[in-house]
């Protein structure tokens, strides 16, 4: 008996790993040698590619691609027909299946709709791409980037609220009340 969910109309592929509790809904594809961990979410028309790795809790919204060399941790937003890309110079007629990069998306990081992640980056802890956002280079972590291509705009929170840091470095979450220090260009969790 599965103790996971999943559409009639989704495709599950032989050697998938789904955790507990994980829901897959309409025209999903998972493909072979995927892991799955517990209590993910993956929305409608999603296609998860082989060998990548979701962490637990990871929420995938709609029409979103998650290709080879994608490894999500934990806790994971990816937002509305966000993209992951896998080889930095693709061309039909060559195959560079050889060539895949891994991406590496840490714990808590969130991605906003239509984001594009071009391969071979990470993105850090509790980071948060906006909708748009073309990511070209790492996103260091609690980092908030827009653009084409992306540019680091701030800082945000464990719970996503911009941190506004006072001369001495110091910023309080407004809905959490979590302490927090820039240092070197680095967010210290006090």
Not at 55 to 74: A, F, H, L, P
Not at 76 to 88: A, E, R
Request: net charge positive; aromatic share 8%; glycine share 8%.
């Amino acid at each position: 008996m599965k103790d996971f969910f999943v559409h009639e109309t989704a495709v599950i592929d032989a050697d998938c790993i789904i955790g507990k509790n994980t829901k897959i809904w309409h025209f999903s594809h998972i493909m072979s040698n995927s892991t799955i961990g517990e209590s993910c979410n993956i929305g409608q028309n999603v296609v998860i590619s082989p060998k990548v790795v979701l962490g637990k809790n990871v929420k995938v919204q709609n029409n979103v691609s998650i290709y080879t060399g994608v490894i999500c941790k934990d806790n994971v937003f990816l937002g509305p027909s966000m993209v992951f890309t896998n080889v930095i110079n693709p061309r039909s007629a060559i195959k560079r299946q050889d060539q895949y990069l891994e991406t590496v998306v840490e714990e808590g990081a969130s991605i906003g709709a239509n984001a594009t992640i071009v391969c071979g980056n990470t993105i850090g802890k509790y980071a948060f791409v906006g909708a748009g956002a073309v990511v070209t280079k790492e996103v260091l972590p609690y980092a908030l980037v827009v653009g084409n291509p992306s540019k680091q705009i701030g800082w945000v929170s464990q719970y996503g609220h911009r941190l506004v840091f006072n001369e001495q470095g110091f910023a309080i979450c407004k809905e959490s009340k979590q302490q927090y220090q820039l240092k070197n260009n680095t967010i210290i969790e006090l």
